[in-house]
């Protein structure tokens, strides 16, 4: 079955930086979009970046474009999120996601920037 495991949030100050990953399984990682989403509290899911399959395709929401990468390792089956110039309003959940199984989430990983 399909499994999403992120890992890497973490408290971060102003202005730091934070990887996150994302362990995929269950399905055919090489041959399919991946996304990055996020969710503050009291606030909808938000998304956040996407990467084609072959990881030379990306898109960014306007709100962290310039600021996050989004990048894949087919090999490791990983998605990962470089996140730089954090500010406070990024403080949120982050899940990962597979397109193609958009009901399927993992755990999520803590983000809060906050001095």
């Known amino acids: 079955q399909v499994q999403l495991v992120e890992s890497g949030g973490a408290l971060v100050q102003p202005g730091g930086s934070l990887r996150l990953s994302c362990a995929a399984s269950?399905?055919?990682?090489?041959?399919?979009?991946m996304r990055w989403y996020r969710q503050a509290p009291g606030k909808e899911r938000e998304l956040v970046a996407e990467?084609?399959?072959?990881?030379?395709?990306?898109s960014y929401g306007d709100s962290v474009k310039g600021r996050f990468t989004i990048s894949r390792d087919n090999g490791k089956n990983t998605v990962y999120l470089l996140m730089n110039s954090l500010k406070s309003e990024d403080t949120a959940v982050y899940y990962c996601?597979?397109?193609?199984?958009?009901?399927?989430w993992g755990q999520g990983t803590q983000v809060t920037v906050s001095n």
């Open positions: 996601n597979a397109r193609v199984f958009p009901n399927n």
């Open positions: 269950g399905f055919t990682f090489s041959s399919t979009v």
């Open positions: 990467i084609s399959s072959s990881g030379t395709r990306t």
